[in-house]
Structures are given as structure tokens and as C-alpha cells.
């Protein structure tokens, strides 16, 4: 099976604006991501994927691999799947760049499900560990059947009881895997599907587009960068496992 490893990275940001540059430790986000996947796949298989000059040259003084992108794409996917025209894959993986501590094993596991299920939608997710993750609007929840494929994806506190205790619940892990049909019938659609725009989860244009998503079980090691206060997180993350 040919893959291509993307990692898109936006500079226009919302909350935090020029995210992918922004320094971790001394070492701006997307290098760190970059860093991060070639410590999995090789270094040939990766690019960046953007639209901004400034991401552009970083990229390139660090000898990383760059296809530029137009400033329209609606998501990272969008992204991923104007790289598809210019890659010659089957199998197109998607680490965001906003992951600067992702676990290399988890993108090691990603290309093997793939390797075995090189037909399908696949998503990384993990347990969520206290209720402060839980109630997290900036962290998706996900929702599947017992066999792993996605049922929802949601930006609240889900599953939980008449009360609103937290009992157990799965966040995303921002990887995944795309057979080339499936990028090209997402990137067909001229604007954000309904429910992928009132949460804010692009994972969801799949399901609304009818094809079936599997939820691949990865480590909590992960943690994206979407706040000023998961940068402070993530530098200690970074500290503390000396990265």
C-alpha cells in the first residue's frame, strides 16, 4: 500500500493566531509535529500542507517537505485532500498540526489499520481520565458501538447520566486515515455539512456524506495546542518527558 503522511497547518488561527509557529520549548508547533512522525515513517513520506509563506520557510530551513495549498480549503481535510492531487497514494494519513507531543507508536498503529482496512475512514481516540477533560468544550467526545465504528462526535459532555456525572468517556486524537475515494467525495462538498458545522468537527462531513468511520483505540500521550492554556500544558509535557 503507497501512503502519504499530511500534516496541515494554518496560520489564520482563531484563538491562537499563527499556532503552527508558535514556539514550544524554543521549537515552533509544526516542526514539533513533524519531528514527532518521523520518528514513525520516513521522513520522505511527510509533508506540510499550507497555505502561508511564513509556515512555508520554517518548513523548508528545516528540510521538511512542503505542498502549498489555497487559502479557501474549508479544514485541514479539505487540505489533505488538494495534497491527494498532487500525492500518488492509497492511503492518505493526517496527523494535525497542532500536535506537538503525539506518540510516534499511535502513527506506527494508524498505518497498520490502515494496511488491514485500506477502505475505510479511520480516527484515533482514547479514554478521557478526570472530569476537567469532560467538560472540555475544546476537547471532541466520541461515541461509538461496541465494534468501533463512530456513532457521534460532540464537543459536550457525553455519555453521562441525568445528573451530568462523569462515569467513563473517549476523546478524538487528531489522526487519521483516508482512502483517496472518500477524500474526494469530502472535498466535493462546497461548504461545511450541517452537524460538521455547528460542532466544529470535520470528522463528522463523513458521516453525513453516509460513509462508515472507525475509532482506532490510541495512548492518551497526545494532547493538541487549541488554548493559551494548552501551551503552558503541552511545554510541560514537553519538559517532563524530555522531548
Not at 128 to 139: A, G, P
Request: with cysteine; aromatic share 6%; hydrophobic share 35%.
Amino acid at each position: 500500500m503507497e501512503y502519504a503522511v499530511v500534516i496541515p497547518a494554518r496560520y489564520e488561527s482563531t484563538r491562537l493566531p499563527g499556532k503552527p509557529l508558535i514556539e514550544l520549548c524554543g521549537v515552533p508547533m509544526v516542526v514539533r509535529t513533524y519531528r514527532r512522525c518521523a520518528l514513525a515513517v520516513d521522513a520522505d513520506r511527510i509533508h506540510v500542507a499550507t497555505d502561508d509563506d511564513r509556515i512555508e520557510e520554517v518548513c523548508c530551513s528545516e528540510g521538511i517537505q512542503v505542498i502549498r495549498t489555497s487559502s479557501t480549503c474549508l479544514t485541514g481535510t479539505d487540505r489533505v485532500a488538494e495534497c491527494a492531487q498532487e500525492l500518488d497514494a492509497d492511503t492518505y494519513l493526517n496527523v494535525q498540526g497542532d500536535e506537538p507531543v503525539f506518540e510516534p507508536a499511535d502513527l506506527s498503529l494508524l498505518l497498520d489499520r490502515a494496511r488491514s482496512r485500506p477502505d475505510e475512514v479511520l480516527n484515533g481516540f482514547c479514554p478521557i481520565r478526570d472530569r476537567e477533560e469532560f467538560n472540555d468544550r475544546s476537547v471532541p467526545k466520541v461515541v461509538c458501538r461496541p465494534d468501533g465504528r463512530l456513532l457521534y462526535m460532540t464537543r459536550s459532555a457525553v455519555p453521562s447520566g441525568r445528573s451530568g456525572e462523569f462515569s467513563m468517556a473517549f476523546r478524538q486524537v487528531c489522526a487519521y486515515a483516508f482512502p483517496r475515494a472518500a477524500l474526494a467525495e469530502f472535498a466535493s462538498a462546497e461548504e461545511k455539512t450541517p452537524l460538521e458545522s455547528v460542532e466544529d468537527i470535520e470528522i463528522l462531513r463523513f458521516l453525513e456524506m453516509g460513509w462508515e468511520v472507525r475509532m482506532i483505540g490510541m495512548s492518551d500521550r497526545s494532547h493538541s495546542v487549541d488554548t493559551p492554556e494548552d501551551l503552558a500544558r503541552v511545554e510541560g509535557i514537553i519538559r517532563e518527558r524530555g522531548l
